[in-house]
């Protein structure tokens, strides 16, 4: 059973930088295919981006790309979220989660097994 935990959510302003962080506090997350959603009050969890187990393959939502990127550090269990450009609208909580599916990337939140608790991110204009 793996166990994610979120970190470095906080209140930003337009226009700033945020790093998320997801480590893994229970099992190992090396061999998985990560990845971030986020959920903004009132609205359904939407994906922002996955990478594959080795980090060679990523995707982004198109609302998201080219400000957002993923990454991670297999010898340290942990996956990041470095978020630029910060908007208003990218307001939420953002969470990640592991698929345990062998190679390529997921965008679907159905396709993910373990999911952790979530991190704040609030952009204030």
């Known amino acids: 059973q793996v166990q994610l935990v979120e970190s470095g959510g906080g209140l930003v302003q337009a226009g700033g930088s945020l790093r998320l962080s997801c480590a893994a506090s229970r099992g190992t997350i090396s061999r998985y295919i990560m990845g971030w959603f986020r959920q903004a009050p009132g609205k359904e969890r939407e994906f922002v981006a996955t990478i594959s187990w080795s980090g060679g393959t990523t995707s982004y939502a198109d609302y998201v790309k080219g400000r957002f ?3 991670r550090d297999n010898a340290k269990n942990t996956v990041y979220l470095q978020m630029n450009s910060l908007k208003p609208e990218d307001t939420a909580v953002y969470y990640c ?4 599916t062998l190679g390529g990337v997921a965008l679907i939140t159905a396709e993910y097994d ?4 979530g991190t704040q991110v609030t952009v204030s204009s």
């Open 69 to 71: 990127a993923i990454s």
């Open 97 to 100: 989660a592991a698929d345990r």
């Open 114 to 117: 373990y999911w952790g608790q």
